[in-house]
């Protein structure tokens, strides 16, 4: 009787089609660096993604901070980010030997364009920053103060893998794109990770990057520390048994994201994400608000009660990423008034393909219920 409502569920084809595709690996004995299932994996994406340039990494993180790497951004020049956000984005700035100033978000919980024109200098060398929740960043805006200061562009598209914006795929924008194929994200290859970028000429160097440094010739030599961020071949067969179902999963979500809306519409306190007409979401999370001035409640109390009640939430993000232990020390800049609001007042309600129009409904009861 007792039902739980997780709060994520991978979205993954049927063990068949996955088993299909992994036989031959058995034949080829080709298992990673770089093997045939890799190889087709990548032209896939450049067909979905409409992007001539696409490298497979082994995971989001790496591929992030290999495009940083491979771009050269002088070391100690400044890259504005958002803090609110999965704590990747700003560790590959720190460890690339970058210094993060922390911009605000905007009510599309991504960085506030006036925020970065109060924050860019001469010593900025590039905008980092993610599309929170699969909702894009003001593309055009950013590309046009990027084009202003003559800086980089790489977005962290880790959770909007599939959003489109005016029918043109989230890939195309920016000077780079990373995208995580971590197994609760939207399209998943297990863990894995894709950088779909715009200069051919970076090819050369994300390679070397993923693998060591090492440049293969009459010598091995090695011009770059490079790391290891291989994907395997059964990370990239997970990835090709994913891919033809990624449409129908983004549709299934825009479907139970409208009866969410519906749902909530009569809760009141509940604000759920004004979408817009021109940009295709993939509705990777289910992001509201809560106004508890209208609720009576706080967004932990209502976490816990729906905890309480079987309904698993995330508090995405309760904490920016420029508060942790790790950075709060540091002389970092911090422009975060609205940012800090929303790590308390944020939630995020499941969202997975396999979750029912039924589920919505008793998850708007037990609301109902408690606020
Ligand atoms: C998931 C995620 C990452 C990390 O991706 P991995 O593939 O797990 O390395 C980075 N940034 C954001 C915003 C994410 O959601």
């Given at each position: 009787?007792?039902?739980?409502?997780?709060?994520?569920?991978?979205?993954?084809?049927?063990?068949?089609?996955?088993?299909?595709e992994?036989?031959?690996?058995?034949?080829?004995?080709?298992?990673?660096?770089?093997?045939p299932?890799?190889?087709?994996?990548?032209?896939?994406?450049?067909?979905?993604?409409n992007?001539?340039?696409?490298?497979?990494?082994?995971?989001?993180?790496?591929?992030?901070?290999?495009?940083?790497?491979?771009?050269?951004?002088?070391?100690?020049?400044?890259?504005?980010?958002?803090?609110?956000?999965?704590?990747?984005?700003?560790?590959?700035?720190?460890?690339?030997?970058?210094?993060?100033?922390?911009?605000?978000?905007?009510?599309?919980?991504?960085?506030?364009?006036?925020?970065?024109?109060?924050?860019?200098?001469?010593?900025?060398?590039?905008?980092?920053?993610?599309?929170?929740?699969?909702?894009?960043c003001?593309?055009?805006?950013?590309e046009?103060?990027?084009?202003?200061?003559?800086?980089?562009?790489?977005?962290?598209?880790?959770?909007?893998?599939?959003?489109?914006?005016?029918?043109?795929?989230?890939?195309?924008?920016?000077?780079?794109?990373?995208?995580?194929?971590?197994a609760?994200?939207?399209?998943?290859?297990i863990?894995?990770?894709?950088?779909?970028?715009?200069?051919?000429k970076?090819?050369?160097?994300?390679?070397?990057?993923?693998n060591?440094?090492?440049?293969?010739?009459?010598?091995?030599?090695?011009?770059?520390?490079?790391?290891?961020?291989?994907?395997?071949?059964?990370?990239?067969?997970?990835?090709?048994?994913?891919?033809?179902?990624?449409?129908?999963?983004?549709?299934?979500?825009?479907?139970?994201?409208?009866?969410?809306?519906?749902?909530?519409?009569?809760?009141?306190?509940?604000?759920t994400?004004?979408?817009?007409?021109?940009?295709?979401?993939?509705?990777?999370?289910?992001?509201?608000?809560?106004?508890?001035g209208?609720?009576?409640?706080?967004?932990d109390?209502?976490?816990?009660?729906?905890?309480?009640?079987?309904?698993?939430?995330?508090?995405?993000?309760?904490v920016?990423?420029?508060?942790?232990t790790?950075?709060?020390?540091?002389?970092?800049?911090?422009?975060?008034?609205?940012?800090?609001?929303?790590?308390?007042?944020?939630?995020?309600?499941?969202?997975?393909s396999?979750?029912?129009?039924?589920?919505?409904?008793?998850?708007?009861?037990?609301?109902?219920?408690?606020?």
């Open positions: 009787m007792e039902r739980i409502i997780k709060a994520t569920r991978p979205e993954m084809a049927s063990y068949e089609e996955y088993i299909d992994i036989r031959s690996v058995w034949d080829t004995g080709a298992m990673t660096n770089n093997g299932k890799v190889q087709m994996f990548a032209e896939k994406l450049k067909a979905y993604m992007c001539p340039h696409v490298e497979l990494f082994v995971n989001g993180h790496a591929s992030l901070a290999a495009a940083i790497k491979a771009m050269e951004l002088p070391r100690g020049t400044e890259v504005l980010t958002s803090p609110f956000t999965f704590v990747s984005t700003t560790n590959a700035i720190e460890q690339c030997g970058l210094i993060p100033v922390f911009c605000d978000i905007d009510d599309t919980y991504n960085i506030d364009t006036d925020s970065i024109r109060r924050n860019i200098t001469s010593g900025t060398s590039a905008i980092v920053t993610p599309h929170i929740f699969g909702i894009p003001h593309v055009e805006e950013i046009s103060i990027a084009k202003e200061y003559g800086i980089k562009v790489i977005y962290d598209g880790a959770q909007a893998f599939g959003t489109k914006i005016n029918g043109k795929n989230i890939a195309e924008f920016g000077d780079a794109v990373m995208f995580s194929f971590h609760i994200k939207v399209f998943n290859a863990e894995g990770g894709a950088l779909a970028y715009r200069d051919a970076l090819k050369e160097k994300l390679e070397l990057y993923r060591f440094g090492i440049s293969y010739g009459a010598t091995n030599d090695v011009e770059v520390s490079g790391f290891n961020a291989k994907m395997t071949e059964f990370s990239a067969a997970m990835g090709l048994v994913n891919l033809p179902h990624v449409e129908e999963t983004i549709m299934r979500r825009k479907r139970l994201a409208r009866h969410y809306q519906e749902v909530f519409a009569e809760i009141p306190g509940i604000e994400y004004r979408y817009e007409e021109s940009i295709d979401y993939n509705y990777a999370y289910f992001p509201v608000v809560i106004d508890a209208k609720t009576g409640m706080t967004r109390a209502i976490w816990l009660a729906l905890k309480e009640n079987g309904v698993e939430t995330r508090k995405l993000y309760d920016l990423t420029c508060d942790y790790f950075y709060k020390s540091k002389p970092y800049k911090r422009d975060v008034r609205y940012a800090r609001e929303m790590t308390e007042r944020c939630l995020d309600f499941p969202m997975y396999c979750l029912r129009e039924e589920d919505v409904d008793y998850i708007g009861e037990v609301l109902k219920k408690i606020v």
